[in-house]
Structure formats: C-alpha cells, structure tokens
C-alpha cells in the first residue's frame, strides 16, 4: 500500500510540474499606486494557497494545542499497580 502511496504522489509532482512548465509566463501584477510587480503564475498560485493555507493551519494547530491541554489538566494521574503477590511472600 505504501508503494501505492508513493507511486500516486510522484504523479501528482509530475502533473503538477508539466503544468507549471506550460504556464511558465510573466504576469503583471499592480500593487499600490505606480509600483506593479512581474511574477510567474506558477509561483503566484503557490503563494496564493500558502497565503491561504497558512491562518487555517494555525487555527487548526491552536485548537489541537488547546485540546491537549484540556485533556492533561482533566485526566487524573494513574495510580501504580501494587506488586503481585505470591503465596511464599509474606
């Protein structure tokens, strides 16, 4: 199953980097007032999705924390298992 994985995720890098080699073209992008910046798209749509990306993985991170914290406030310490006893111990 893991070579499934693996095998799937090089298709996915490979489509991905044929189509960013076929939109490998300068867009122009205007910025604030006379100031505009040249950027390809491939790397803008990256930038996009990480900008995207970013706040709901820290959202997610926060409440996973959050979470955790809860749990290893609330659940009391398990006490230790007295020694089992023999019938020659005394």
Same mark, same amino acid.
């Given at each position: 199953m893991q &070579? +499934?994985k693996? +095998?799937l995720?090089? %298709?996915v =890098?490979v489509?991905?980097? /044929?189509?960013?080699g076929?939109?490998w073209?300068?867009?122009t992008?205007? %910025?604030?007032?006379?100031?505009q910046?040249?950027?390809? /798209?491939p790397i803008? +749509?990256? !930038?996009?999705?990480l900008l995207?990306? &970013?706040?709901?993985?820290l959202v997610?991170r926060g409440?996973?924390w959050?979470?955790e ?9 398990i006490? =230790? !298992? ?6 020659g111990d005394?």
């Amino acid at each position: 199953m893991q &070579f +499934l994985k693996t +095998l799937l995720w090089i %298709l996915v =890098a490979v489509l991905v980097a /044929i189509i960013a080699g076929n939109n490998w073209r300068d867009v122009t992008i205007d %910025l604030w007032s006379n100031l505009q910046a040249d950027i390809k /798209i491939p790397i803008l +749509l990256l !930038a996009v999705f990480l900008l995207g990306f &970013f706040p709901t993985w820290l959202v997610m991170r926060g409440k996973i924390w959050r979470i955790e914290r809860r749990i290893a406030i609330d659940v009391p310490p398990i006490p =230790a !298992a007295p020694a089992p006893r023999y019938e020659g111990d005394q």
